[in-house]
Structures are given as C-alpha cells and as structure tokens.
Nanobody, 124 residues
Framework: QVQLVESGGGLAQAGASLRLSCAASGSIIRINDMAWYRQAPGKQRELVATITSADSTHYAPSVKGRFTISRDNGQNTTYLQMNSLKPEDTAVYYC??????????????????WGQGTQVTVSS
C-alpha cells in the first residue's frame, strides 16, 4: 500500500522559513505529478504548487516568488521550501501525488494519493 508522509510543519514567525517534506513509500512503479495543497480554517483546500516528473513547476499567485517546490525522484520525495512566511500562509499543508502502483496487461493506471497533512502556523 502506498503512503505519503509529510513532515516539517510547525510554528514560525512572519518572515521566517520552513521546509516541508513528503516521502512516498510502498509498491511504487512510477510517480508522475506531485503537488502541495493547503487548507486554512473555514476555507476550501487550495493548490499551492505542483511539479511534474520532468521538474516543470507551477505556483499559486499567492506564493509565487516565496515558495519553491522540488523533488528527489531517487527518494520518492517532494519538498516545499517556504520563505518570507506570512500569517495568511497558516494552514494544514497536504502532499498529493499521482502514482502508478500496479500494472495490468497494456495498462498502468495512475492513482491519486494524499498525505495526512502537516500544520503550519505563522505568527505576526
């Protein structure tokens, strides 16, 4: 069974930095896109950043220039470096990945997996 485990959340002051990690484990054949989402209290979950298997990245306008997504394919891990944190970045951050964990003849379906979330709290 594939699992995504996030780490690195915590409490930070405005202007500080945090680095989140998300490690995928289990019977993994291939990991395609990986992403970070976040959900603040009372708000919908929103996309923060994505990275393809070719390292093409995309960022939400609210974090562009402050956050950097990366991945280590050998370690099945994605990272989110968060700089210049703001109180509005406070949320539970979730890792997401499109993973192929099984193949049948002529078809390797991709499945979406989520991590359990890690809390990031930024104080002013």
């Amino acid at each position: 069974q594939v699992q995504l485990v996030e780490s690195g959340g915590g409490l930070a002051q405005a202007g500080a930095s945090l680095r989140l990690s998300c490690a995928a484990s289990g019977s993994i054949i291939r990991i395609n896109d990986m992403a970070w989402y976040r959900q603040a209290p009372g708000k919908q979950r929103e996309l923060v950043a994505t990275i393809t298997s070719a390292d093409s990245t995309h960022y939400a306008p609210s974090v562009k220039g402050r956050f950097t997504i990366s991945r280590d394919n050998g370690q099945n891990t994605t990272y989110l470096q968060m700089n210049s944190l703001k109180p509005e970045d406070t949320a539970v951050y979730y890792c997401n990945a499109d993973i192929v964990d099984n193949c049948v003849p002529h078809w390797c379906p991709e499945k979406v997996f989520w991590g359990q979330g890690t809390q990031v709290t930024v104080s002013s």
